[in-house]
């Protein structure tokens, strides 16, 4: 990561920091969510409190996989993505802890429901679960945050509101499709006699230590979004048990919006007649901003797309076949276009190849992403950078990355941002 500040750095001054270059190249930090006041909640019975530690990651996370991004914090890498086919393995899949995954024994846990739009507040073991009617979805986990490291971190217009610091710097790999298999929120919901709902808060198991004491983390979904047929509680994640970085042995799965209200561990939900008021860390995810008079809250997944290929990899000069993935929280993606530009001089980029049409090599699908190629003849010795952008059948077109709104928070990034790469003849070692 160093290595990619240093490179963009040095070819930001080159380009004389215009405001276009500005954004493409800043390395800015997004969603490490600034800690906010919350009463604390008594602990729920069934979760028992793992001694403190400071590796808020249970699985291996190999550096040929990951990108480490912080404590908690562990980005997929897209070279080896090619290999993985539509889905990313479960112990390939990024990771965003916000505190050390609670100790949990199923055989004891149990998911309260509460509120006032349930007249019969009841718990759910979790062969409760199992007995409700199962449904399987395939869909793409999309971090509200993704692809944040391409903001800068003062907006252009300079009015002096600077990105906190220690947001985490994700680059394209915040993301993954699994298929969950699950209940329906609704379902279970019915079984304990809800009524009209307007707000349903979601409720973790995690302990998450702030200065101002330690929160569950929770999220608040409109009745209309948590109700609808592919809001899962999912207990699986591509035919296994749900990892212990992923939630096991219960979370949350709002079909198409960010990451964030996918809550992990899940302990309570709460159906309520009226709205509820964000609590905790929800209380940041917000677009806050020079293009925002009042603070709008990010749902919907943006249209996004990557290349599977690692940040500055080296390619040997020739025919190449450039693979990618493009997806969309609003739908389907039914169109990819790459371009490739080379550097001929300090600041100077000509175009290699100009926006070109993907051909789609999996049969568009809603809500999960779509593979695409486009070939690369003749690739001379050089340093390049690659860019996608896809639109979706609702007409979302990723934008130029001037175009992107900046938000103090760093969410919602989707503009076309390059991916470096150099072209270099094979050498042999003296």
């Known amino acids: 990561m160093e290595d990619r500040r240093r490179q963009d750095r040095t ?12 954004l493409v190249y800043s390395a800015a930090g997004p ?13 729920p019975r069934q979760a028992v409190s793992a001694p403190a530690r400071q590796d808020f990651v249970v699985q291996e996370t190999p550096s040929r996989y990951f990108s480490h991004r912080g404590n908690g914090s562990e980005e997929m890498k897209w070279g080896p993505v090619g290999g993985y086919g539509d889905l990313i393995p479960n112990d390939r899949f990024y990771i965003h802890n916000r505190a050390r995954p609670p100790h949990i024994d199923r055989s004891s846990w149990r998911l309260e429901i509460t ?3 349930v007249p019969r507040p009841r718990s759910f073991s979790y062969a409760d679960l199992l007995a409700l009617p ?7 986990l999309d971090c509200g945050a993704n692809c944040s490291a391409f903001f800068p971190e003062l907006p252009p217009s300079g009015d002096g509101r600077w990105l906190p610091t220690g ?31 307007v707000d349903v808060r979601f409720t973790g198991l995690d302990e998450i230590a702030t200065p101002e004491g330690t929160v569950h983390y929770s999220e608040v979904v409109p009745a209309g979004k948590a109700l609808r047929d592919d809001s899962l509680l999912a207990h699986h994640m591509n035919g296994a048990d749900l990892p212990v970085d992923h939630g096991y042995p219960l979370r949350a799965l709002m079909s198409g919006w960010g990451a964030n209200t996918a809550v992990k561990w899940l302990g309570t939900i709460e159906a309520s007649v009226r709205r509820l008021p964000a609590q905790g860390l929800q209380r940041n995810q917000v677009l806050v901003g020079p293009s925002y008079p009042t603070p709008v809250r990010p749902t919907v997944g943006r249209v996004r797309s990557a290349l599977e290929l690692d940040d500055g990899v080296t390619l040997p000069p020739g025919d190449h076949t450039l693979h990618g993935r493009a997806w969309s929280g609003a739908g389907t993606i039914d169109h990819v276009d790459v371009t490739i530009e080379r550097l001929i001089a300090p600041g100077r980029w000509v175009s290699e190849m100009p926006w070109r049409g993907a051909t789609l090599l999996t049969p568009p699908e809603p809500l999960i992403w779509v593979r695409f190629e486009v070939p690369w003849r003749g690739a001379r010795p050089g340093r390049y950078r690659v860019m996608s952008r896809a639109r979706d059948r609702a007409g979302n077109v990723q934008p130029r990355p001037a175009d992107v709104p900046w938000n103090q928070h760093g969410l919602g ?15 042999t070692m003296p």
């Open 11 to 22: 070819e930001s001054a080159e380009a004389g920091c215009s405001r276009r270059r500005f």
């Open 31 to 43: 969603l490490a969510l600034a800690a906010v006041r919350q009463a604390p909640a008594a602990p």
């Open 115 to 117: 509120g006032d739009a």
């Open 134 to 140: 199962q449904v399987t979805v395939r869909r793409t």
């Open 167 to 197: 947001y985490t710097q994700w680059h394209f790999g915040a993301v993954g499709a699994a298929e969950w298999t699950g209940v329906r929120v609704r379902d279970v919901l019915a079984a304990a006699g809800l009524g009209h709902a």
């Open 413 to 427: 990034y989707d503009g076309h941002a390059p991916l470096y790469l150099t072209v270099l003849p094979p050498r």
